[in-house]
């Protein structure tokens, strides 16, 4: 574990931050709200953050390499 305490989320996808931040039922994107809310209880302080995909780098180049993470 590297003992991350304060975390802050970025996402191209508005919708799903708004569904992640409100905890809100949305039947297309609950697999994926489900799986962000039970990594946002490991960690102190969590953050979602929109940022437009043009200035999303990080998130890009890990979709194009496929890496993934599993709890």
């Keep these: 574990s590297l003992s991350y305490r ?3 989320f ?3 996808n508005f919708r799903i931050l708004k569904y992640i931040k409100e905890e809100a039922y949305s039947s297309r ?3 994926l709200v489900n799986s962000v809310i039970a990594w946002k209880s490991r960690f102190l302080s ?3 953050v929109h940022v437009h ?3 999303n780098g990080s ?3 890990l979709a ?3 890496y993934y ?3």
């Design 10 to 12: 970025e996402g191209d």
């Design 29 to 31: 994107y609950q697999h």
């Design 59 to 61: 998130a890009d180049l």
């Design 69 to 71: 993470l599993s709890g």
């Design 64 to 66: 194009k390499k496929k």
């Design 46 to 48: 969590t953050s979602f």
């Design 6 to 8: 304060k975390v802050i």
């Design 53 to 55: 995909r043009q200035h």
